[in-house]
Structures are given as C-alpha cells and as structure tokens.
C-alpha cells in the first residue's frame, strides 16, 4: 500500500514533442505528489506538485493531470527540448510524516 | 525556490576511518532533515528521518550505530558514516522540509540538496 508505481522504466521523446510519464498508488493517506527532476551526479530538484484537491496544475512546459478515483497522476512535458533529458521521479507523501515514497524513475532521453 | 547545501560534495577516505556530510538549509528553517542513499540508476532510497532536538528515525535495515545522524539546528544536520568499508561507497542526498510552509498549502515542500559521493578505498 506504500508503493508509488512509475512507468515507463525509460522513455524516448523527439525534440518538440511530448513526454509522458504515468505514476500509480494505492494508499488513499496520500495527499501530496511532487515531481523531481535529476540530473546525473546531482540531486533531484523540485519540479512541480500537486495536492488532490485539483485535477491538473500547469507550470510552463510541465503538467501534472491528477485522478484521484483512478488513484493515478502523470507529468506531460510539452515541446519537449534536449535539456529535458534527465531522470524523472514521482513521489507520493501522506500529510501526517512528510516522508516521500518514490517511484522507481524514469530515464527521458530528448532527440534532438 | 528554498536552497538546500550539502557539503562535501566528494569525498575519499580510507577504510575504516569516519567521514562527515553536512546539510544545511540556507534560507529556510527546517524542523525534518530526510538522509537518502542512491545507487546507480536507482530510485533513493530513505536511510533515516532527522528532527531538530531529537533522536533520528532509521529505516528497516540502516545501522544506527554506522550512519549517525545528528540534527542540532533548525538549519543543520549531520550524517557520519562510521568505520567506512567500500560498500558504503554511494550517493547520499539530504531533503529537508520547510518550516515556513507549515499551514500554507505547500507544507509538504521538500527540497533536495546536490548529494554527495562517498568514494571508501
């Protein structure tokens, strides 16, 4: 019921098109949903969240889409660009302990 | 956004001597430092929960008497890996979660330090 499930395992997007990242969960305690951008050998840095009581938030190129009946939440990075390419991680965080639990990731790859 | 720094950056150090990695929160009070450990392509993973003033939370499976974790101020933690062995070897990060953002609707806003490679030859 802790789980976060994140697909695809890794992803290959063309320059200009979108990149779509689908994450999944069962506990019902969560109430927060942030996406973490990382680069290799950095840590990750804070991309975009949201809390259930909205059902997409958009900041510039990324959007997070919430469903909570389906208890599923995806990024869309739109005109996806070459600097894109990082991995992706979505979390998951019940209001009470603060502590995330993360999906496996997602490997973006932008061609150019 | 909320700046989280740790340092050192990169580390070596011999087997079996001690090495100590700092977090700080440089512009925000933060009640919840998190440590985490990365492998190489692989998610993070939680080592321990750090609040200020009290004893940290070790998750399943993390020695307690081997990272030892001490969260003096609102601003700082501290993670000492103890008799490093190479499999200690990694990527640690340290999070911390904002203090100010307590009843606002970001009050869950983690932030994320660079991490910082451990190299034990």
């Known amino acids: 019921q802790q789980q976060v499930k994140q697909s695809p395992q890794s992803l290959i997007v063309q320059k200009g098109g979108i990149s779509i990242i689908n994450c999944a969960y069962e506990?019902?305690?969560?109430?927060?949903f942030p996406w973490y951008q990382q680069f290799p050998g950095k840590g990750p840095a804070l991309l975009i969240a949201?809390?259930?009581d909205v059902s997409e938030k958009k900041e510039g190129r990324f959007t997070i889409s919430f469903n909570k009946s389906a208890k599923q939440f995806s990024l869309h990075i739109m005109d996806s660009q070459p600097g894109d390419s990082a991995t992706y991680f979505c979390?998951?965080?019940?209001?009470?302990?603060?502590?995330?639990?993360w999906g496996a990731g997602t490997k973006l790859i932008i061609k150019p | 956004g909320a700046v989280v720094s740790q340092h050192p950056s990169r580390v070596i150090c011999k087997s079996g001597t001690s090495v100590k990695i700092e977090c700080r929160s440089l512009?925000?009070?933060?009640?919840?430092m998190f440590w985490y450990r990365q492998f190489p392509k692989q998610s993070l993973m939680l080592m321990a929960t750090s609040n200020e003033g009290s004893k940290a939370t070790y998750e399943q499976g993390v020695e307690k008497d081997k990272f030892l974790i001490n969260h003096a101020s609102l601003t700082l933690s501290t993670l000492t890996v103890t008799s490093a062995h190479p499999e200690d070897s990694s990527f640690y990060i340290c999070s911390a979660r904002s203090v100010d953002d307590e009843g606002t609707s970001s009050g869950n806003t983690i932030y994320f330090g660079e991490g910082s490679w451990l190299t034990v030859v």
């Open positions: 979390a998951a965080s019940p209001d009470s302990n603060y502590q995330l639990i």
């Open positions: 949201i809390r259930p």
């Open positions: 512009d925000f009070q933060a009640t919840t």
């Open positions: 506990n019902t305690a969560f109430d927060y």
